[in-house]
């Protein structure tokens, strides 16, 4: 799943895929992509400018981890972040970060990697393997799966609230995986009525 830290909905469906994993024969490896990249260029509401400003830290910090110790550690890290930013509503800065990291068994000095340039172009490579079999017309998150001939199958989504637990997670994997490898299959969608849930 490739995911960026600052997106509620890619939280949900990053605990979804947690329970998958207790139900169905699958390894769930989180790899970062960025929101900020994505919308770089893009004519957005002030606001949202604000928040792709703030959201390269946290992908920054995601980068530097995993250079250091690994995809796994990853892992750990981002359910650190997404327990701070979406269930305890804390302000994203150096702060959350340094925090997140100590939660995570991390070196918190790592923090540090959110106002630094270094890592940016393994941070763009990452978000462009993670977006290029998906198209760029859709955000986070993005997850990749073994299709029906064994070939990466890459979708968005899908967006859900609240995450299902046990059988309830496994059924809809299965539901995903289904239209996800039908070939000519896109889309499908509706209106948002509810706001995420995490729970």
């Known amino acids: 799943m490739f995911f960026d830290p600052i997106c509620p909905w890619a939280w949900i469906t990053s605990r979804w895929l947690l ?6 024969d699958v390894d769930i490896r989180f790899r970062v992509m960025s929101l900020s990249v994505l919308n770089e260029g893009r004519d957005l509401p002030a606001e949202y400018q604000e928040l792709m400003k703030t959201g390269w ?3 920054r910090v995601c980068v530097a981890v995993e250079q250091r110790y690994g995809p796994a550690a990853v892992r750990k890290l981002y ?3 997404g327990t701070r930013i979406h269930l305890g509503k804390e302000q994203l800065g150096r702060e959350l970060l340094a925090a997140a990291l100590t939660d995570a068994g991390l070196d ?3 923090a540090d990697a959110a106002e630094s340039t270094a890592y940016d172009e393994a941070l763009r490579a990452s978000h462009e393997a993670g977006m290029r079999p998906v198209g760029t017309d859709v955000g986070t998150p993005v997850v990749h ?3 029906p001939d064994g070939a990466m199958v890459a979708f968005f989504g899908p967006v859900i609230t609240p995450a299902p637990k046990g059988e309830a997670a496994g059924r809809l994997y299965d539901g995903v995986l289904l239209v ?3 070939p000519g299959f896109y889309e499908l969608k509706r209106t948002r009525e509810q706001p995420p849930i995490f729970d």
């Open 108 to 110: 918190p000095a790592l």
């Open 180 to 182: 996800a490898g039908t």
């Open 145 to 147: 799966a073994p299709g």
């Open 79 to 81: 359910t650190a972040l």
């Open 19 to 24: 329970e998958v994993e207790q139900v169905r």
């Open 57 to 59: 830290g946290p992908v």
